[in-house]
């Protein structure tokens, strides 16, 4: 059964516009600065936890402390 050129063409144009409409999706989702912009948000998310928040305040203290015993003795 041959089919119509005109319906053959219609499906083609059918196909291009759902082939371009992936392509658009796919770029969107593979930009790099959305998977950037998803670490940053994960991380202060992370570090906006108290337990985290806290633990690294007195990592700091300790640091701070060592070095400022360090350079007076």
């Known amino acids: ?21 992936s392509l658009d999706v796919l770029s969107e989702r593979a930009n790099p600065k959305k998977f950037v912009d998803a670490g940053k948000k994960t991380i202060m998310d992370k570090l906006n936890e108290p337990k985290i928040r806290y633990a690294l305040i007195a990592v700091g203290a300790i640091v701070g402390l060592a070095v400022l015993r360090k350079l007076f003795r």
């Open 1 to 21: 059964m041959a089919r119509d050129p005109e319906t053959i063409q219609r499906e083609i144009e059918k196909t291009r516009e759902a082939l371009a409409d």
